[in-house]
């Protein structure tokens, strides 16, 4: 039993910081996001290797609908969002 509080301890701790990470991501990038909405800006999606020039047309809990000269319609899962990069 005592060894368990210890490594209960840790991983409450450790997931605790990753949490905060998460959060600050989730901030920034909801900030860029409507920003690009509101002025029709341009940001780059950064999705599993590939980058996504657009802009943000539509915002939900789940997805990000965008759009840029080539596709009238881009449909970005939020959770395969790796980074947002804006001018």
């Known amino acids: 039993m005592n060894q368990v509080a210890p490594l209960t ?27 690009s909405k509101e002025t029709k800006s341009g940001v780059s999606f950064h999705v599993d290797g590939q980058i996504i020039g657009a802009y943000v047309l539509e915002l939900h809990a789940e997805y990000i609908v965008a759009a840029n000269r080539e596709h009238g319609r881009i449909v970005i899962r939020r959770s395969s969002i790796d980074a947002i990069a804006a001018p």
Do not use: P, R
């Open 9 to 35: 301890l840790a991983l409450a701790l450790c997931l605790a910081s990753m949490s905060g990470h998460a959060d600050s991501f989730d901030q920034a990038s909801e900030v860029t996001l409507q920003k």
